[in-house]
T-cell receptor
Framework: ELKVEQNPLFLSMQEGKNYTIYCNYS?????LYWYRQDPGKSLESLFV?????AVKQEGRLMASLDTKARLSTLHITAAVHDLSATYFC??????????????????FGQGTILTVHP | DAGITQSPRHKVTETGTPVTLRCHQT?????MYWYRQDPGHGLRLIHY???????DKGEVSDGYSVSRSKTEDFLLTLESATSSQTSVYFC????????????FGPGTRLTVL
């Protein structure tokens, strides 16, 4: 059974500071997704990481994937209040090596609630 | 925004009553999913569909059934609602597996009293 664990679960940051959210998963996969959710809203896609060593950046957020370590990171640079939200990683256990398909069944982490203070 | 709507957006019902939630997409995507979101659990997959009339169970399928008679509609039914099914339900769609992310609908908040 695929398990996905995020840490920390709660993150309180000051504006201007840097921090990293970690996403560890338990089985082989090279398909990992990051989503953002604002309170009471739906999920918004941030990054799609589809190979070992993949790195994507958008504004103050950068995501990376290390499939050998089964680890993805979401790095926040110089945080601003607008980044306050809940961030989820999600893993599709299908992989190029494994073959076949998982039909896109995603397993989500618990989510990291990020609050950025002035 | 991906063309996904969910109805109803909010519903309060009583234990033991049947409930059907609808997901409608205008993107003609092949794959559709139902998730539930509960505090501390992230999102968990209930059922998914990989084509018209092709559905299968996800991680937390007990007490739920689904149907997909048209590409654009994916229905989730709670045959006899229980308080443990109080949750926020999200529908998602995907065009091509492993290349594109899933896009999520606005969600349905269901309360079972």
């Amino acid at each position: 059974e695929l398990k996905v664990e995020q840490n920390p679960l709660f993150l309180s940051m000051q504006e201007g500071k840097n921090y990293t959210i970690y996403c560890n998963y338990s089985t082989t996969s090279d398909r990992l997704y990051w989503y953002r959710q604002d309170p009471g809203k739906s999920l918004e896609s941030l990054f799609v990481l589809l190979s070992n060593g993949a790195v994507k950046q958008e504004g103050r957020l950068m995501a990376s994937l290390d499939t050998k370590a089964r680890l993805s990171t979401l790095h926040i640079t110089a945080a601003v209040h607008d980044l306050s939200a809940t961030y989820f990683c999600a893993v599709d256990k299908a992989s190029a090596d494994a073959g076949g398909t998982s039909y896109g069944k995603l397993t989500f982490g618990q989510g990291t609630i990020l609050t950025v203070h002035p | 925004d991906a063309g996904i709507t969910q109805s109803p957006r909010h519903k309060v019902t009583e234990t033991g009553t049947p409930v059907t939630l609808r997901c409608h997409q205008t993107e003609n995507h092949r794959y559709m999913y139902w998730y539930r979101q509960d505090p501390g659990h992230g999102l968990r997959l209930i059922h998914y569909s990989y084509g018209v009339k092709d559905t299968d169970k996800g991680e937390v399928s007990d007490g739920y059934s689904v149907s997909r008679s048209k590409t654009e509609d994916f229905l989730l039914t709670l045959e006899s609602a229980t308080s443990s099914q109080t949750s926020v339900y999200f529908c998602a769609i995907s065009a091509i597996l492993g290349r594109f992310e899933q896009f999520f609908g606005p969600g349905t908040r269901l309360t079972v009293l």
